[in-house]
């Protein structure tokens, strides 16, 4: 059997040891033995782990545990990643620099008056409606929050758009120290115990959001105003096609 095996990889080596490895063992020892024969030690490698060996289509002999120099690296797909939301991100972004609107800091359990403004036929009037904000969802331009309040003993919601052209002014008339986003336990409350505390810790955070509010407002109006000069100088400024 050693002599026949030792022909069997002489003539045809690939093949031999892969058959060799199948029947066991003992001939996937002796085939290893002939590998280190010959002077490879990565295919002799290949017979002594538990997985038998498999061949790739250039003959040559591989493994999980033996890599391979001359196999053919795998073909790259070239794809492009963008990042999703951020166009519209940076349109957020740019609409909201360019809104007039005047919004202050407020969270919830603060209580607001919201100036809102009603249309009943061909009159419009502004009707203010205070509250408690219950909470505050959404981001950018599709912000809301929403104001409750109690009317004749019925509690009475209200859900507003933060930046809508009808909301004309947002009022904060007391800040409110709670401890969640959503308030919906006032719900069950009713008469004192549906009160709020007044905050008294944590206003150097509302300061630097009121600071950091003016400031943006600040630099907005620069700019406006500095794109407005832009455009009147341009508009000043003769080419000379027309002077002539």
Do not use: N
């Not at 031999?16 to 024969?37: D, E, F, H, I, Y």
């Not at 740019?94 to 919830?108: G, T």
Request: glycine share 6%; with cysteine; aromatic share 6%.
């Amino acid at each position: 059997t050693t002599t026949k095996l030792a022909v069997a990889l002489a003539r045809r080596p690939s093949e031999t040891m892969m058959k060799s490895a199948r029947r066991g063992p003992p001939a996937r020892v002796l085939a290893a033995w002939w590998c280190l024969a010959a002077g490879s030690l990565r295919a002799a490698t290949a017979f002594v782990v538990l997985r038998p060996p498999t061949t790739t289509p250039g003959g040559l002999l591989t493994s999980s545990h033996v890599p391979i120099a001359k196999r053919a690296p795998a073909p790259v797909a070239m794809s492009i990643k963008i990042k999703t939301g951020t166009i519209m991100e940076q349109f957020e972004r740019e609409q909201l620099a360019k809104l007039d609107m005047d919004r202050p800091y407020f969270q919830p359990g603060d209580t607001l008056a919201v100036d809102v403004e009603i249309t009943e036929g061909t009159t419009t009037r502004v009707q203010q409606f205070a509250g408690v904000c219950l909470k505050r969802a959404g981001s950018g331009l599709s912000q809301t929050f929403t104001v409750r309040k109690i009317s004749f003993g019925i509690g009475v919601e209200r859900t507003f758009p933060l930046y809508s052209p009808i909301v004309k002014k947002i009022d904060v008339k007391r800040r409110g120290s709670v401890r969640r986003a959503k308030l919906y336990y006032l719900r069950k409350l009713t008469g004192k115990s549906a009160r709020i505390k007044e905050k008294v810790r944590g206003l150097a955070y509302v300061a630097r959001q009121e600071e950091a509010r003016a400031e943006r407002k600040a630099q907005a109006a620069a700019a406006a105003a500095a794109a407005a000069e832009a455009a009147a100088a341009a508009e000043g400024e003769e080419t000379p096609e027309e002077a002539a």
